[in-house]
């Protein structure tokens, strides 16, 4: 499977952005979806996931209420919509996929098989 992780880019605190994961090689609605992230001098942590139908989902605590994440498997795409973000969401954001179809999302990042090259967002006024 190869991932390809896009949508980054320079926001003002508050303001929105939308990041595409596009995958490819595998059927893409056997796959579990998650967003991770890793900001500057700190360890790669979870923010989203997302089960191969989309019936289910999962966030971080420092996110929920601003981000959703979602999935079009006609597309072969998962989103992450990112609103009212802060200086802190400021990192990489790496887009990963489960092959197993699991049914629950998935948090841990070594249940992930296949990772996307990342995309980076930066919140700055």
């Known amino acids: 499977v190869q991932l390809q992780a896009s949508g980054g880019g320079l926001v003002q605190p508050g303001g929105s952005l939308r990041l595409f994961c596009e995958a490819s090689g595998r059927t893409f609605s056997s796959l579990g979806m998650g967003w991770f992230r890793q900001a500057p001098g700190k360890a790669r942590e979870f923010v989203a996931a997302?089960?191969?139908?989309?019936?289910?989902?999962s966030y971080a605590d420092s996110v929920k209420g601003r981000f959703t994440i979602s999935r079009n498997n006609a597309l072969n795409t998962a989103y992450l919509q990112m609103n009212s973000l802060k200086p802190e969401d400021t990192g990489v954001y790496y887009c990963?996929?489960?092959?197993?179809?699991?049914?629950?999302?998935?948090?841990?990042?070594?249940?992930?098989?296949?990772w996307g090259q990342g995309t980076l967002v930066t919140v700055s006024s």
């Open positions: 997302i089960i191969w139908s989309g019936a289910a989902t």
């Open positions: 990963a996929a489960e092959r197993d179809r699991p049914t629950l999302p998935i948090t841990s990042m070594s249940a992930y098989d296949y």
